[in-house]
């Protein structure tokens, strides 16, 4: 299995500041990535794919870069209804493996 | 409009089979390029995938519950349906059901809004 391994596990930060997480994977999956928000008691929702890609009408604070076995995934200006664990996951094998989460808190 | 609805039992004896229903509506679990699957979060942690269902009727499994697992589809319901055996208090999670984006990229763009499992004597 591919393990993903993000950090931090939290985070803490003011509105419009700029928030990056990372996101390790421990083989090369190239672009096989995607970035997830979940809201407490929500569905995840695909905010990134294919490592850079951003899904339809999410804004565009949001991004990720990497390729291989390490990626970043940013916010540009934090903004309150951004308060969300974050997961990584991979789909360059099965099992479909997702990270840990990154949880986001407002400063 | 594309939606996913779980249901089931809510509520399962330790060593009994969980069975849990994801209904479909506005696409057909039939259509070419899309997987269905099934992810589960225990309570108070991260996200596992559990397996997948293809429009051809082929299921993949994560190897962690392989043993334990099945995952097969109703055409005539348009639903896909979770069969997890002997379960135990670890797999007392909320359930989710998801589809894949197209050209069968396991990019999980629609979840529905999931299902709690408790295991319970």
């Known amino acids: 299995d591919i393990q993903m391994t993000q950090s931090p596990s939290s985070l803490s930060a003011s509105v419009g500041d700029r928030v990056t997480m990372s996101c390790q994977a421990s083989?090369?999956?190239?672009?096989?990535l995607n970035w997830y928000q979940q809201k407490p008691g929500k569905a995840p929702k695909v905010l990134i794919y294919d490592a850079s890609k951003l899904e339809t009408g999410v804004p565009s604070r949001f991004s990720g870069s990497g390729s291989g076995t390490h990626f970043n995934f940013t916010i540009s200006s934090l903004q309150p209804e951004d308060i969300a664990t974050y997961y990584c996951q991979q789909y360059d094998s099965i099992p479909l493996t997702f990270g840990q989460g990154t949880r986001l808190e407002i400063k | 409009q594309l939606q996913l609805q779980e249901s089931g039992s809510g509520l399962v004896k330790p060593s009994q089979t969980l069975s849990l229903t994801c209904a479909v509506s506005g696409d057909s679990i039939s259509s070419d390029g899309h997987s269905w699957s099934w992810i589960r979060q225990p309570p108070g942690k991260g996200l596992e995938w559990i397996g997948y269902?293809?429009?051809?009727?082929?299921?993949y499994y994560n190897p962690s519950l392989k043993s334990r697992v099945s995952i097969s589809g109703d055409r005539s319901k348009n639903q896909f349906t979770l069969h997890l055996t002997s379960v135990t208090a670890a797999d007392a999670a909320v359930y989710y059901c998801?589809?894949?984006?197209?050209?069968?990229?396991?990019?999980?763009?629609?979840w529905g809004r999931g299902i709690t499992v408790i295991v319970s004597s």
């Open positions: 998801a589809r894949s984006f197209s050209d069968y990229r396991d990019i999980m763009g629609v």
């Open positions: 269902l293809y429009p051809s009727g082929r299921s």
């Open positions: 083989h090369d999956i190239s672009r096989y």
